[in-house]
């Protein structure tokens, strides 16, 4: 059996924790990229959206989590009991998640679904992996919002597609893997081949922003629909 060892060390990051909304219940945030969702293990990751927000709000804990690259919206429980609520509702699968993502090329349909099971590996630990046998069932969809050139330094032109994605699932690193599945990974990802074409080698960051989310408020029971422009 494979032992997992993450070597990661998260570099510093500058940017504030943006509290968009909050009540007695719950918080609403927009988590900047390159900053890490939970503590690691290891004593050099201890900042971390929990461990900034702990300081305000002793009592909170994480419902979800975003990938240390990817930016945009999360909802924080600040009690055990909300916290079981929102948790419910994320496995029932009744939470709506929208992304923007930039998309490296362009891509030929204007969308689709992708539909493939992913499997954790501890050999290829950070990497996920796709296992129609032994992966836990993945579905993601994708909307072309647009196809453009970014021009760079040289003058070359970088194809790349904005699109939307929406994912079904909830599995580890899905929208990533899933584009690159596609053929046509999210610019800035350095797991998924996104940092491959030429051209795409200094990218700042991950070009996958979590957009919008949908929840319904534990307490009143009203529908909550977040927004959260992307930064790209």
Known sequence: MSTIIDTFIAPPCH?????????????????????????????????????????????????H????????LMVIALNKP?????????????????????????LNDDEGVIDAAIAKDPALFPLMSLC????????????????????LEDGALLPLTRVQLTPQTGRTHQLR????????????????????????????????HASELHFVHPIGEEWIKARSASPF
């Open 177 to 208: 893997i899933h584009c690159q599945l596609l053929g046509h990974p999210i610019l800035g990802c350095d797991l998924y081949g996104g940092l491959l074409p030429p051209g795409t080698e200094r990218t700042p960051r991950l070009m996958l």
């Open 82 to 106: 909300i916290n079981a609520a929102l948790c419910q509702q994320f496995s029932q699968r009744t939470v709506n998640k929208v992304y923007s993502a930039l998309l490296c090329g362009h």
């Open 65 to 72: 989590r975003l990938d240390f690259g990817t930016s945009g």
């Open 15 to 63: 940017d504030e924790v943006e509290i968009l909304y909050q009540d007695d219940s719950l918080v609403l945030i927009n988590k900047p990229a390159g900053l890490l969702s939970l503590s690691g293990k290891n004593p050099r990751n201890i900042d971390s959206v929990h461990h900034r927000l702990v300081k305000i709000f002793p009592s909170c804990t994480l419902v």
């Open 132 to 151: 129609a046998l032994n992966g836990k069932p993945a579905r993601s969809h994708y909307q072309v919002v647009e196809r453009f050139y970014h021009e």
